[in-house]
């Protein structure tokens, strides 16, 4: 079982929609968790942490939920550029998700 | 200025031949990473630095050699290249040690590396 699963997509949404999705981790002491963006043959980019609080910014959401095990990102208002591969990442062994990819229409 | 860079950004090379990619960071970092993309976008650890001592060297062949001459620099070493090493390498350093979490990656804009 990988260390980090998410859903690979694609995810076809128009402007204006919202998109949500989720990873799941399976190890219970991990203690970092982010979502970075990664543009197609592009280096990956940091969006947000993730908080066992949750966290927003501007249009995007994230939530950790620990009994469950898993991350979720959510675009709200989605724009053309918000198109891309959204990876997830948790420190244990360093785990990167295989990305899910998100593309947004006009 | 570039945070984190690397050379060469493409390489093509033989079956057989020793290449080495270089990577530097002037943001201060004091941990250092090799990353592999392969070609179903699987973004792979392969090792990590802290203070130019290896801490994560996650069974990668032993054709791969990492060196870090001093905290800003990781180069990675390559020896009798295969088929499928092609991938993308990308190098990535983060402010932090390897206890009590991690923060913030920022990668380099990673090298395209076909053996052929």
């Known amino acids: 079982r990988k260390e980090v699963e998410q859903d690979p997509g694609p995810f076809n949404v128009p402007e204006g929609a919202t998109v949500a999705f989720n990873c799941t981790y399976s190890n219970s002491a991990s203690q970092s968790f982010f979502w970075y963006r990664q543009d197609c043959r592009k280096e990956p980019k940091l969006l947000m942490s993730v908080y066992s609080s949750g966290n927003e910014d501007g249009r995007f959401t994230a939530q950790l939920n620990r009994a469950s095990q898993y991350i979720s990102l959510l675009i709200r208002d989605s724009k053309l550029s918000d198109s891309a591969t959204y990876l997830c990442f948790n420190d244990y062994k360093l785990s990167f998700g295989a990305g899910t990819t998100v593309t947004v229409r006009a | 200025d570039t945070a984190v860079s690397q050379t060469p950004k493409y390489l093509v090379t033989q079956m057989g031949n020793d290449k080495s990619i270089k990577c530097e960071q002037n943001?201060?970092?004091?941990?250092m990473y090799w990353y592999k993309q392969d070609s179903k976008k699987f973004l792979k650890i392969m090792f990590s630095y802290n203070n130019k001592e290896l801490i994560i060297n996650e069974t990668v062949p032993n054709r791969f050699s990492p060196k870090s001459p001093d905290k800003a620099h990781l180069n990675l070493h390559i020896n009798s290249l295969e088929l499928g090493d092609s991938a993308v390498y990308f190098c990535a350093s983060s402010q932090d040690g390897v206890a009590g979490g991690h923060e913030t990656q920022y990668f380099g804009p990673g090298t395209r590396l076909l053996v052929l």
């Open positions: 943001l201060g970092h004091d941990t």
